[in-house]
């Protein structure tokens, strides 16, 4: 399984910003998908999952209300709309899939990782 995450960037505070994750080599509509995300000098964080059939979803308080997460299995992509961007979400965002469908927050049972996309929120 390959993950391949896009739509970083540099914006300034309260802007929107949609990151997107296409999957490939394996039956992305069984997997729950997950954002996670590590800021500089900081421990990687969760910051949204979502389930196979994307009727189930979970977000980190730090973002909940201004984040929505969404998949299209039809695309095999899942998405990360970011909206009243803040200088402290700044961070490499990362997607995640966990294989066997299970409901997770945490990022060690997640099994396969994208490279990372690089969002930066000036003030």
């Known amino acids: 399984v390959q993950l391949v995450e896009s739509g970083g960037g540099l914006v300034q505070a309260g802007v929107s910003l949609r990151l997107s994750c296409v999957a490939s080599?394996?039956?992305?509509?069984?997997?729950?998908m997950g954002w996670f995300r590590q800021a500089p000098g900081k421990e990687r964080e969760f910051v949204a999952a979502?389930?196979?059939?994307?009727?189930?979803?979970r977000y980190a308080d730090a973002v909940k209300g201004r984040f929505t997460i969404s998949r299209d299995n039809a695309k095999n992509t899942v998405y990360l709309q970011m909206n009243s961007l803040r200088p402290e979400d700044t961070a490499i965002y990362y997607c995640?899939?966990?294989?066997?469908?299970?409901?997770?927050?945490?990022?060690?049972?997640?099994?396969?990782w994208g490279k990372g996309t690089q969002v930066t929120v000036s003030s």
């Open positions: 995640a899939a966990d294989v066997n469908g299970r409901w997770s927050l945490v990022a060690t049972t997640y099994d396969y």
């Open positions: 080599g394996g039956t992305f509509s069984m997997y729950t």
């Open positions: 979502i389930n196979w059939r994307g009727g189930t979803t």
